[in-house]
């Protein structure tokens, strides 16, 4: 795992000067701290920052060349079947000289060109210059586990980084806020992989890659990788059962290649606990495992994790999150770049340090409620679907008006709550599940907007790319569209945006066998039913895990990895949260209503209604504007001279 960062001139090839690689790289430090090293040529400059995983000699060492010095890497990320491809290689005649699988990109670069993708299992992101066809190749995995941003500045050259920080490092990059990125982030929690908080950066979307050639503008990223949920698996129960466990036993596998100590995160929900299984039937010794709790009853999940450690003789550690780790906030909004609110981010730090004081190499479970079903949402989305097959075009209106003037009691029983199912049943499919996903709604969000912000915003609405994932997903039913926008949009978005910034943070490798995509691919053929059955999702896992793990862990409602934000809220952080309304950053962008923000605050206070998410998506948006455009870095008597600045910078 490692940080990238480089220069490439399309037009001509320009000199690159070192010391602005050196820069861009020098900020990425926390994810390589094991060493650095830049490589220039004419009209291409390459940065890496390394953290050593695999052949820990200087022979591997970053960027990386052939040996005939014409193509140059620059790689994050792992490929974990290296030693299978690097074979296949070898008898296609090529000699490797290192035992990383750094070489073997090169390698494959030269024997197969942008077809070398198809072969690697893994998560990486990796920029190689080949000097015979001058050219630059950026490459990401398949589901968006590493990150790359890249920007083309005003003198035409193309630059790229792990991380926003990266860029902002160069010189020439403007640094201006994006009002429809505030759009999206305030609507989801965090800024998704087609949008950016920086006007004029990209990120490119998982599964693409980039071929840029000199002398030629710079093209829209090609896809090289895409889910299918059409084709459907006929087999019986029992033979898809056996696929599972030899899927999961294999991508568990082969995320245990590794020259440092490895461990795993231990939630003590099923999927982590599934990792352990399989990770402790295939080690010799015993697995460090870790897990984090909290200082609320209803959310702290260690006795699982406990349980689950006991039962597979784990090295097992824990630690307790409380509110005054409330103090980790202006570390989050550096480690992020851009605005990110799921809270439990917190805790995925805490638990990445704990992991780092064993280990440098991490297993964790995500990844299984995406390509599996397992979240609430599927669940309830699916009886939506169901209802609103059942009602006519003019009662599903009914049903979406009734929804409108329907009062939302949050503090009512949960039959009462009827006011989002019945507006759910008013919308199309994706418009409904771009709801369920949400997390401030649109009537909260244009309650918040100033009106010059709502008009910049120019009609974008951040649900629409869930309704348009809905009508071109590879899928037959409507939890399969659910699932592809998923693992689309909010997989690479939030989640695992948010295990990559927390765990590079404090310079852990975190890996996810249950994204292998393999496993995902399996997935996505079984019918949708061996998915969601009865209320269950990931039903035909927790078949296969039967006997593997204990029926509390397997059939316990899942609790999810979510701080308690809102008890902290009306707790020992409610002067935070009246204060919000007066953060210097919000209020110096004119974006909002400092009055609506108020209002949000009070009722929160007073247990009128839940807005918790709401108020820590607009502390990390005032952390975030101080980090990236300096604002509310400063205090002046006058306001006036403070507001020009903001709206100059909003520009």
């Not at 770049?337 to 991490?362: G, I």
Request: proline share 5%; net charge neutral.
């Amino acid at each position: 795992m490692c940080g990238i960062a480089g220069i490439f001139h399309p037009d001509v090839p320009k000199p690159v000067d070192p010391a602005r690689v050196e820069a861009m790289i020098s900020v990425l430090e926390h994810r390589g701290p094991d060493g650095g090293g830049v490589w220039t040529a004419p009209g291409i400059g390459l940065g890496h920052r390394r953290l050593s995983i695999i052949d820990l000699s200087e022979a591997a060492a970053q960027p990386m060349l052939t040996a005939d010095r014409r193509v140059a890497v620059s790689y994050n990320g792992e490929i974990y079947n290296f030693r299978e491809v690097r074979a296949e290689l070898e008898g296609q005649g090529h000699v490797f000289a290192t035992q990383s699988d750094t070489e073997v990109i090169l390698a494959a670069w030269r024997q197969w060109g942008p077809q070398c993708l198809d072969s690697f299992n893994g998560m990486f992101a990796f920029a190689l210059y080949d000097a015979d066809s001058d050219s630059l190749f950026l490459a990401r995995d398949r589901l968006g586990v590493k990150p790359l941003h890249y920007s083309v500045l005003a003198d035409g050259a193309l630059i790229f980084a792990s991380e926003l920080k990266g860029l902002l490092a160069h010189p020439g990059m403007r640094r201006s806020p994006s009002l429809t990125a505030v759009e999206d982030y305030l609507a989801f929690g965090y800024v998704p992989d087609d949008a950016s908080i920086v006007e004029g950066v990209s990120k490119l979307p998982a599964g693409h890659y980039l071929l840029v050639r000199r002398g030629r503008t710079v093209p829209r990223p090609a896809q090289w990788w895409d889910i299918d949920f059409t084709p459907g698996d006929s087999r019986g129960a029992k033979a898809l059962e056996a696929e599972m466990v030899e899927r999961l036993r294999e991508a568990v596998r082969s995320r245990m290649v590794a020259d440092v100590p490895l461990g795993a995160f231990l939630s003590g929900g099923v999927d982590s606990s599934a990792v352990v299984a399989f990770m402790a039937e295939m080690s010799r010794n015993a697995v460090e495992t870790c897990s984090i709790g909290f200082d609320a009853v209803d959310h702290d999940e260690t006795r699982y994790a406990a349980m689950v450690a006991e039962g597979f003789a784990t090295h097992h550690r824990s630690r307790i999150v409380m509110a005054a780790d409330f103090a980790l906030l202006d570390t989050l909004a550096g480690a992020f770049d851009e605005p990110f609110a799921d809270a439990s981010a917190l805790a995925t730090y805490r638990v990445c340090e704990l992991a780092r004081e064993k280990v440098k190499v991490s297993l964790s479970g995500d990844g299984a409620d995406e390509a599996m079903a397992g979240y609430r949402r599927y669940r309830m989305f699916a009886a939506e679907e169901r209802a609103r097959r059942f009602l006519p075009g003019p009662l599903s209106s009914v049903a979406g008006a009734l929804g409108q003037v329907y009062p939302k009691l949050d503090w009512a029983p949960q039959y009462l709550r009827a006011k989002t199912t019945l507006q759910a049943l008013g919308r199309s499919s994706g418009e409904a599940y771009a709801a369920a996903v949400g997390v401030t709604p649109p009537a909260h969000r244009a309650a918040l907007y100033s009106a010059s912000f709502a008009r910049g915003l120019q009609g974008h609405r951040a649900e629409d790319r869930y309704v348009r994932a809905f009508e071109g997903a590879p899928a037959r039913d409507s939890l399969s569209r659910a699932q592809y926008a998923d693992l689309k949009i909010w997989l690479p978005g939030d989640i695992l945006t948010k295990v990559d910034r927390t765990s590079m943070a404090v310079g852990l490798e975190a890996r996810e066998p249950l994204l292998d995509h393999r496993f995902v691919e399996f997935a996505a053929r079984l019918p949708a039913r061996m998915r969601l059955r009865g209320g269950s999702g990931k039903w035909l896992m927790k078949r296969a895990l039967q006997g593997r793990l204990p029926d509390e862990i397997l059939h316990r409602r899942k609790m999810g990895f979510v701080t308690p934000v809102a008890a902290w809220f009306r707790g020992p952080l409610a002067a935070e949260a009246a204060a919000i309304a007066r953060g210097s950053a919000l209020g110096e962008t004119g974006w909002f209503d400092p009055a609506a923000i108020t209002r949000f605050a009070e009722d929160h206070r007073r247990g009128r209604a839940d807005h918790g998410r709401l108020l820590w998506q607009l502390l990390m948006l005032e952390k975030s504007l101080q980090n990236l455009f300096g604002l509310g870095s400063f205090s002046l008597p006058d306001t006036e001279p403070r507001q020009n600045k903001a709206r100059r910078a909003a520009r």
